[in-house]
């Protein structure tokens, strides 16, 4: 019993920024390809790390912290698409962002007008789940709710 082994898919290389390093990593999502995503949470970015990579690549934030749309401030969960597309629990700024593969800077797909509990306000989102219909799934923790929101496809 308890003697299954695991191996380092993304970082272990010690606390640090670089790009093969993690600090207080949160959540982790994989995609189709097997890549591992992390939302590291004190370096403030989204990183992603390609199956036997030995450094990942940022796709989010990594900017330091702030609340510009190429900035996060504590990202929590995260979820990624089909097309990669990722969604980011930006929980210091009370909004959910979304990254598509490529692009410079994020935008804010749900919140970011100030926290708050109005439908349209988060409060520390911490969690994100699709279902099989593409709708989001949001943890509003400091709000104790759960929210759907549908997702554009068009």
């Known amino acids: 019993m308890g003697e299954n082994q695991g191996i380092i898919v993304a ?6 920024h670089g790009l093969n ?10 995609d ?5 995503y992390v939302s590291d949470y004190h370096n403030h970015r989204v990183m992603k790390w390609m199956k036997g990579a030995n450094e990942g690549i940022v796709v989010a934030g990594g900017h330091g912290e702030g609340n510009s749309l190429t900035q996060l401030s504590n990202p929590c969960g995260i979820v990624v ?3 990669g597309t990722v969604y980011v629990a930006d929980c210091s700024n009370h ?12 935008s804010v797909f749900v919140g970011g007008n100030d926290r708050g509990s109005q439908l349209n306000q988060l409060s520390n989102p911490i969690g994100l789940s699709f279902d099989r219909d ?3 799934y949001v943890s509003d923790q ?5 929210q759907k929101f ?3 496809r068009s």
Request: hydrophobic residues 25%; charged residues 20%; aromatic residues 4%.
């Open 11 to 16: 970082g272990g290389r010690g606390q640090g």
């Open 21 to 30: 390093q993690l600090s207080n990593p949160r959540y982790v999502a994989v």
């Open 32 to 36: 189709r390809d097997h890549s591992v």
């Open 81 to 83: 698409d089909q097309s």
């Open 95 to 106: 909004r959910i962002m979304r990254w598509s593969p490529g692009d410079t800077q994020g």
């Open 134 to 136: 593409g709708n989001l």
């Open 142 to 146: 400091q709000n104790h709710r759960v």
């Open 150 to 152: 549908n997702i554009d």
